[in-house]
């Protein structure tokens, strides 16, 4: 946790910046796998995180700014819980944690809201995204479930984005720090893969780093022979001489932090010649990309040249051709580059996405560009010094996708299917970092995780 004094700068900012009314913020509760008491590892709610710090479930906090008063509402724990899941400080204990003198039991939280409402104060919540929350939100302010996210505070939504947007230096240390863990779970499956070996074993090494460095995963492992696939969650497959690895996974630190990196690598030694051809395009537009970050760009035209850089490089091997820009103006490389390059990465690997993605990476300015593809990009909008994001590019052979294009006859003047089908049996490649924006440039986060062709085969070796 970081200090009282954190939260509660935090605090004093958004009670600044929305001005007025009360903020409900609900910390999540524990979610059952399969029977009530057998539970999924508990995630608290990312902006309570932020606001009030405290990583344990069943707890909200209401910030009312017209009284300018704090209360942070729990249950101090029975005898029988404390047998079960140990001793825990009281509310008031952990609630001075974060700099809150104030506590009350956890039902109480209608009583206060119906007395804001009898004052008509404005309550602002934000959108719910797991149904216990949604439907506490209905019962307190008598809404039919499915309505509840309506209802959600658009200013307190905007708020929040422009506050977690910007990374102070203490979250971005921790930021760091899950890229260095990242780092080390990259290295190692990039040391031990072998010909023979199944996807889970390397899966299970990962996943062992994350949690020796006291997190967990910020996301499920993808690891795995057929990176086309873009979120490939299944891990039974054994590596075998001549595929590609591409692993896409990240740290979360122990105080909620994500890292999100993705490296392809070969179960040979190293690479064939066909794959480094398509490694080296996509090396150059995750470089490139990253290499024009700076305040006041548009990400969406960061997305756009990388789009042109795959172009151009699959042209060079004769898989595309015609005009560069008019291909990807027509959205024909978004057959081998069917997502966003990146998306905003903080307590939440998608940052915010709870929030409403077009809200967090999208504005007045810039619109989401709706065509097959860039439809993907998450964050679009210009960026700002104290930003964090990812730059992934990638290239995938998708002989579904592949097929149905050419059925179609989609963008023939673009694409030399003949050539394409020979490819259809090459899965994909994505490369993944994760970028600071800063008054003049960027910052890649951690240290450096091998990317280069030669990295990558250096690291093999070792295998
Ligand atoms: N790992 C999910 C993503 O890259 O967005
Ligand atoms: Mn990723
Ligand atoms: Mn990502």
């Known amino acids: 946790m970081f200090s009282a004094k954190t939260y509660k700068e935090r605090r004093r900012t958004l009670k600044e910046r929305l001005g007025s009314g009360l903020v409900l913020l609900l910390g999540n509760e524990d979610s059952p796998m399969n029977y009530k008491a057998n539970i999924y590892p508990f995630r608290q709610d990312s902006s309570f995180i932020y606001y009030f710090g405290l990583d344990l479930p069943h707890l909200a906090g209401v910030i009312d700014i017209d009284e300018n008063k704090e209360i942070i509402f729990g249950d101090e724990l029975t005898m029988d819980d404390i047998v079960w899941t140990g001793p825990q400080p009281s509310i008031k204990t952990l609630a001075e944690k974060v700099g809150i003198t104030e506590t009350k039991a956890y039902q109480k939280i209608q009583k206060v809201l119906h007395a804001a409402q009898a004052q008509r104060k404005t309550i602002h919540f934000l959108p719910p995204y797991r149904s216990h929350n949604q ?8 809404l039919a479930y499915d309505v509840v996210p309506q209802h959600a505070s658009v200013s307190l939504i905007k708020t929040v984005i422009a506050q977690r947007a910007i990374k102070s230096a203490e979250e971005i240390e921790e930021m760091e720090k899950a890229v260095n863990t990242t780092r080390e779970m990259h290295m190692q499956a990039m040391r031990m893969a072998k010909a023979g070996m199944k ?10 780093i994350a949690i020796r460095h006291g997190g967990q995963l910020a996301y499920p492992v993808i690891m795995t022979i057929n990176g086309q696939t873009l979120h490939n969650h299944h891990h039974h497959n054994t590596l075998q001489s001549g595929q590609l690895v591409l692993g896409d996974y990240g740290a979360e630190t122990s105080m909620r932090y994500a890292g999100d990196i993705t490296r392809t690598f070969p179960v040979d030694k190293t690479f064939t010649t066909r794959q480094k051809e398509i490694y080296q ?16 760009i548009p990400y969406q035209e960061i997305h756009l040249k990388a789009a042109e850089i795959i172009t151009d490089g699959l042209k060079n091997l004769g898989l595309m051709k015609g005009d560069t820009q008019e291909a990807v103006r027509a959205g024909a490389h978004a057959l081998f580059f069917p997502h966003g390059l990146g998306h905003m990465i903080g307590l939440d690997v998608h940052d915010m996405e709870d929030l409403g993605e077009d809200r967090v990476g999208y504005d007045e300015e810039i619109k989401r560009i709706d065509q097959f593809g860039t439809k993907y990009l998450r964050l679009g909008r210009k960026l700002e010094e104290g930003f964090v994001l990812t730059v992934e590019p990638g290239i995938y052979f998708i ?12 963008h023939h003047s673009f694409l030399n299917y003949e050539k394409i089908n020979s490819y259809k049996d090459f899965s994909g490649i994505r490369i993944e970092d994760n970028v600071l924006i800063t008054a003049g440039g960027y910052k890649i986060l951690g240290d450096r995780i091998p990317k280069t062709v030669e990295e990558v085969e250096a690291l093999r070796s070792e295998a």
């Open 135 to 142: 439907l506490k939100l209905a019962r307190y302010f008598d």
């Open 199 to 208: 996807e889970q074993t390397l899966v299970g090494a990962v996943m062992n």
């Open 281 to 296: 395009i996509v090396l150059k537009a995750e470089e490139e990309s990253i290499a024009a970050l700076r305040p006041g």
């Open 399 to 410: 002989p579904e996708l592949i097929d149905q294009w050419q059925s179609e006859g989609k």
